[in-house]
């Protein structure tokens, strides 16, 4: 048994234990003292009414007050106030039946520092009544210090950060707002000092600096760094994945700046922009710490790119949608304007080959020539029309299968005759010479257009190359529903590119390069319409086009045709529209014409060219107007010629039928000066009706008004 009068202290033992004292001459009371104060937890001795009776000096370090700052203070100034009702209510109900509370009962607890701010925290109680003290002991633990939690919580700030991209990427259309936030959520997310987007120029050349923070010497924005593997980010390009640089100084891949060591920047992260499974740019962080960048911040910046990405590609799709409605609703003006047009030349055309006959001005040469001037120049004009025409997709295209290979070694040996010598021509053809779908004239026209420009864009000579490559579909960022549909991958194209070494064209250019009536060129060097109607034909043949260009590099414009799959027909078969037509000499005399025309002054040009073909003539401003005079007895007539569009009355189409169901035996000839009415009608009447395009001149009348009656039963 112990000595009672060995005043000793007894330590702490294990049940059934041999007793232990402190040696001799060793205070108790300094002892636990300084267990109070080295205890590594934050200590607090707390009274029943919540006063703070001792601090030790980790309390004062977590909580952020001086040690005789917390003597005296109320435990409730350490809770935050939007707990502080829950907190008091609970500690009234303890004090009344306090009890051991252990660490680790995974209570969401927060504690109040000095200056408002708040710091997670596990807290056990220790009451000493059993022990005849009034007092609590609170032992105090900052949880973020735990490696689990640390990861949790730098986790929900990514997440966070995150979250706030995507709100951002909902709320705004501007891709250039986005850009610049990418690099400032990057760097308070992962606390670095350097954050970057580059993007990759479309030539896949150079990556371009769109955006960052903390740049060094010669990346600033708008910088240019040549993509090779010998560069940080065409490294990460040649990679395809995230690369983590522990520290510069003993990197070896790749060449390491002198501006990134001058800037005392030690380790590097950068991921990989991808859009639909293609590189087109890059992420990047540096900070001046050694191995900074782990799994977690490899995951962060890769979620932060599929993020970017997403919404590139959501302003980029929403961007060429917008370019597509403003072309339609281009189109559609400029096709009812070429409609307007056409018949205002019809009457023009048809009033000056009268004048030419007259025969007070026949014998004039001073009059036939201002004549043949004022000819010229509606025929010009009608040519305009049809570019508009072919802007709006509302010409009339007769595809046949084309040999690529042929087409452009003869559209060459044309242009070497007539472009500047110091111009090298230039061809790459795809193996088995591909044949494409489209119109023969019209894609010559539209190569020759694209030839002119590149010429103009050279005016020191260079190259032109043509290539062509078999594509198994339309590029993603051009497919759409019209010029795609049903394709399911069963179409393949054939692309026609046309590159030049030229002037190139800066971004805001480019983007309006196919807007009908746009020019870069000095007044009466052109038209506004070349690339326009490209745009149209290729378009309408179910294809699309292209522009690749940069200021001082030239510029690439790439047709995508479909290709036809099958063998050439033979020449036998060639398009009936290339066999000669009868002319006026075919027509019977005393042929009596129904016509119907709603323009007055085009009926008064029509009427003109009938009778100096020796027509009876009857006319009608409307449909109704011509069924009562059929329906009167006005007797039998040969031939029904008619407008298409007739006004807010029957169509010229309907009106045919009428007359034919009543009339089997007369003639059809519709006319209009819209394209797009006459491909409708080809679709939609039969074979034994014959259409003509407005304007037209009395020799094509009368060619056309043979033929549909040479083919009357």
């Known amino acids: 048994m112990a000595d009672p009068s060995d005043s000793s202290p007894v330590l702490p033992q294990a049940p059934g234990a041999p007793i232990r004292r402190l040696p001799s001459g060793i205070d108790e009371g300094s002892v636990f003292r300084s267990l109070f104060v080295a205890y590594p937890d934050s200590l607090l001795l707390v009274d029943q009414s919540g006063s703070i009776m001792l601090a030790n000096p980790s309390a004062a370090a977590l909580l952020g007050y001086a040690e005789e700052e917390l003597l005296g203070l109320n435990v409730e100034a350490l809770v935050p106030d939007s707990i502080r009702p829950r907190h008091a209510s609970y500690r009234e109900a303890y004090g009344r039946a306090p009890r ?163 800037a005392g920047l030690v380790s590097a992260l950068a991921v990989p922009l991808s859009d639909r499974g293609r590189v087109i740019g890059m992420l990047s962080v540096r900070s001046r710490e050694s191995k900074r960048f782990g799994d977690e911040e490899v995951r962060f910046l890769e979620s932060l790119s599929s993020l970017l990405a997403t919404s590139l590609q959501r302003v980029q799709t929403e961007e060429e949608l917008n370019h597509a409605q403003r072309l339609e609703s281009v189109g559609q003006l400029t096709g009812g304007i070429a409609h307007d047009f056409n018949n205002l030349l019809t009457v023009i055309q048809g009033n000056l080959q009268v004048l030419e006959e007259l025969p007070e001005l026949a014998h004039s040469s001073h009059a036939q020539r201002l004549l043949a001037a004022a000819t010229r120049a509606s025929r010009r004009g009608a040519e305009l029309t049809g570019k ?33 010598q110091r111009i090298r021509i230039e061809i790459d053809i795809a193996p088995g010479h ?55 991958g069963t179409t393949h ?65 790439t047709l995508y045709l479909p290709q036809q799959q099958e063998e050439m027909e033979e020449e036998s078969d060639a398009p009936a529209a290339m066999e000669e037509l009868p002319g006026s000499e075919a027509l019977p005399s005393g042929l009596r014409v129904m016509l119907v025309e709603d323009d007055s002054e085009v009926r008064k040009v029509v009427e003109a060219f009938l009778a100096a073909l020796g027509c009876e003539v009857v006319s009608a401003a409307t449909a109704d107007q011509a069924l009562s005079v059929l329906d009167a007895g006005a007797g039998p007539f040969d031939l029904l010629l008619s407008d298409i569009a007739l006004g807010a009355g029957m169509r010229g189409t309907r009106l045919a039928a009428e007359v034919q169901q009543r009339f089997p ?13 006459l491909l409708d009608a080809d679709r939609e009447v039969p074979q034994s009706w014959e259409l003509l395009r407005k304007p037209y001149t009395r020799s094509d009348l009368a060619r056309a008004m043979a033929k549909v009656l040479a083919g009357r039963i």
């Open 100 to 262: 051991p509370r252990p660490m680790g009962t995974h209570m969401e607890l927060v504690a109040k520092r000095k200056d408002g701010s708040e710091v997670m925290v596990e807290i056990a109680l220790s009451p000493l009544q059993s022990h005849g003290l009034p007092f609590v002991v609170a032992a105090i633990r900052d949880i973020g210090a735990y490696p689990r939690v640390k990861q949790a919580l730098q986790r929900a700030r990514y997440s966070e950060h995150l979250a706030q991209l995507g709100r951002l990427a909902v709320d705004t259309r501007d891709l250039q707002a986005v850009l610049q936030q990418v690099p400032e959520i990057i760097t308070r997310a992962l606390e670095v000092e350097v954050a970057m987007v580059w993007l990759l120029d479309g030539n896949r050349l150079e990556f371009r600096v769109a955006s960052g923070v903390g740049l060094v010497p010669g990346e600033e924005i708008g910088a240019h760094v040549a993509n090779r593997p010998d560069t940080p980010p065409g490294f990460v390009l040649s990679q395809g994945r995230p690369v983590v640089v522990p520290d510069y100084a003993d990197e070896a891949r790749f060449r390491v700046p002198a501006a990134y060591i001058d």
């Open 493 to 557: 194209f054939v692309a026609i590119s046309i590159a030049d070494s030229g002037t190139g064209m800066p971004d805001d250019v480019k983007e309006r390069a196919f807007e009908p009536f746009f020019t870069t060129k000095e007044a009466g060097r052109g038209t506004g319409l070349g690339l326009s109607t490209v745009y149209g034909f290729v378009t309408q043949s179910r294809g699309a086009v292209s522009i690749d260009s940069k200021v001082g590099q030239g510029t690439t414009v």
């Open 388 to 420: 508009l025409l072919a802007f709006s997709r509302r010409q009339v295209l007769q595809p046949v299968a084309i040999d690529t290979h042929a087409l452009l070694h003869s559209l060459a040996d044309m242009l070497r005759r007539t472009l500047d």
């Open 665 to 677: 035996q007369i003639a059809v000839l519709l006319m209009s000066g819209f394209s797009s009415e």
């Open 434 to 488: 591909p044949l494409v779908m489209a119109d023969p004239g019209q894609l010559e026209s539209a190569l020759l257009n694209i030839a002119i420009n590149a010429r103009d864009a050279m005016p020191e000579g260079g190259t032109l190359r043509f290539r062509t490559e078999i594509c198994e579909a339309l590029p993603t960022g051009l497919r759409n529903e019209r010029n795609n549909p049903g394709n399911n």
